[in-house]
């Protein structure tokens, strides 16, 4: 291109009656409003769609002419603009005096909510999965809720990557430069309106950060960018990818996200009350913290306990591996000032991220666990598996009884339920259905109405849109690939939106192995069997994106393609390229069975299937994450994983049996039960019941409470408690630590006497103990009775519930309260409230009011059983 003379944009001028699209473009409201969205696709709907649903870079593209032909001689869009405008407005009102509250915070509170990336649409291309979406909802029903909520992230001038699939199967990635003009970003501004910047010492160096304002309804997410004059080349280049570049890259990128996060979040003068880390990418921000106090003259301990009282932990990987980890000297080299700053040691600097994996690395889950007093999992089995893998930081504790707790997942669903969903129940339900989403009543009341044909009919039209966008796509993706025509209709035989009556199947994720895309693939001669009846045909649509990094998903995507050509998978196998927000809300809603079949217990939560499920889309899936909570054995098929989890081949050999059958047996069968009029009323059944009893469950309505009540109210009190009176409690916290551990090992503490043997039902059982304290007072241990019913069936005796409901706790009581008494006995007297074989354990840890959880000390001794 040597002859280029100039670039120049020619931005078209915005008539006066649609001034008010600017400010709908800038609000990422749009990305949960279809409506919203309607009134730019509308104008020119090519451009729309070919500008990848941009609204701000679709009002500085649109032709003129459109624009005029919209503001003066289309009255109906007119119309429809003000309807928008006036949600719009509504939904930024001020609420009604005395309308009641919507959650538990106060007036003052703050959550500051941080996460490495952001999935709110795909206009904003700053997110790459799961995590990103769970956090883009996250913020979505904040604002819905009104919560005081500011969120942080970073801001990825490349974006993740896109994806193509060449002729032979291989992914290649594209990484596009994000247009500043065409993302609803703006530059944060100072007190003189010029762009404000922090600064952030990485290694021996200063580097400047921007911070950039998206408006997310009624709150803000703010997104750090390094990519500013004056940085180095190598500096700038820090947010340049979502999850690329190196170590050193990475733990950069988590230094600007963490640290500057914090100091973005002070220069707004803002101050939060509870400190969300949303995984471990953002621990750091824990070391700011602890600085701002040490600095200002509190000890390090003490400000540890505030810092943590008022922070909440959530992970998400099932495995050690999966943690974010660095070498030590990689943190010593970009955070050793840090140790300095806070008066530590090297070597107790890096014992905050020490791990107790066996590994020497500085580990940011453990970072994360040591400097917050809050941590969960994201699905029940999740919850259960993070507290076992992370068991080491509270030795003595049974894993069941850790501070690991779990809130499930959910999906937002104005994100996510189709506009002709929403339609419907708005005809149904009448308009106040989004308002009362947890109301299992209403859903079940919407089961017990909705006509099946009515259901059908709905569920074919969104079906037929699907197929339409599918087959533009893969339409497409062949062209580049060169397939030849005959070929070429072979393929997209079964993708006809004029015939939306094959049973569809789809799978769509990251091309991570543990999600074992080919599973399906296990024995190619029974799914030959299963795809051979021309009467039931069955079609899957692959799609899903591999991490450039990750040879062995992208050679998986690579066998699906060669195996989608085998003449006898033509057309019933499919892969299509560049998974986004906006394909995955097609298939999603479109296709009539959604398949996941992870590897137990891998699937920490998964949320795709939740957005299938309350599209009337029926899960077949590995009962593992949300799924083994939300099935109910009929809205949709679980296949139980296979309990030969450590052997591999066997284990997937299992599950594929299992997936064969319940498609050979159920799925195929059902769906094709069709009656006279075309439709099988069984299948539709199960459809309703996928629909009806996912929604009130798996919304993020019900999620964001769980963590209002379990984590952010708590927090917020701890927090205050701890930070008032300069730290007063914090610093009574932490001398009562330090003196506890020094004790805690002289601590002894014997049985007196066994209860008398048998008792009647009324009788007291009596025990005691005596302790020799070691120098602590009596208040500070608690002696505990633990009663069980023994049970008499083996298989309930293997449970994995939590807390068995046959135990009992009861708590012995101190027969003084002087201190320094060198022999303490503690008494207990109870009446049984059982009859039958009992057992008893008692055990003593130490206790203290201020404790965020009873175990947070990690200790625990037994005294003996009986
Ligand atoms: C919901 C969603 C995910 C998460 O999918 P899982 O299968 O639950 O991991 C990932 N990517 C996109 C684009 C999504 O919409």
Redesign the pocket.
Known sequence: MSDLLFNLAVIPVIPAELQRLEELANDLWYGWNRRARSLFERIDPDLWTQIGHKPRLFLRCVAQDKLQHAATDDPVYLSELQHVLASYDAYHAAPAPHSPPTHSLKSDDLIAYFCAEY?LHESLPV?S??L???AGDHCKTASDLRLPFVAVGLFYHQGYFTQLIDREGNQIARHNAIDIDHVPIHPVLDENNEPLFIAVEIANRSVQVKAWRVKVGRIHLYLLDTDVAGNSPEDREITYQLYGGDLHTRIKQEIVLGIGGVRLLRRLQLTPSVWHLNEGHAAFLILERLREYVEQGYRYETALEAVAASAVFTTHTPVPAGHDHFPQELVLHYLGHFAQQLGRTPESFLALGHGHDGSPDFNMTALAINGTRHVNGVSRIHGQVSSEICTAFWPEIPPQENPVDYVTNA?HVST?LAQEWSNLFDELLGGNWRDQLCQQSLWQQLANQVPEKVFWNTKQSIKSQMLKVIRAALLSQYCHQQLSQSHLQRKLKYIDPDNPNILTIGF???FATY?RAALLFNDLSWLRELLSDEERPVVFIFMGKAHPADQPGQALLKSIHQLSDEPEFVGKVLLLQG???AV??RL?YGVDVWL?NPVYPM?A?????M?AAINGTLNLSVLDGWWAEGYDGQNGWGIKPSPFSQEPSRRDQDDARSLYEILQDDVIPLYYQRNQYGYSPQWIRRAIASMTTILPRFNSVRFLNDYVEKFYQPASEKGRAFFANSLQAADELAQWKRQVREAWPGVQVKLLNLPKNPLHYGDLLELEVTAQLNGLSADMIYVELLLTQTVHHPEIMLSDSPTPAQTQTYRFLPMTTQPNDKQVIYRLSIKPAWCGNLTGRVRFFPHHALLSHRHEMGMMRWVGDF
């Open positions: 999935g997110y999965g799961g990103g979406i769970l999906v996510f769509a994720r990251r999600k998974y986004d927000l995955a809300r999603l996941n699937e939560s998964g949320t795709s299937g957005k």
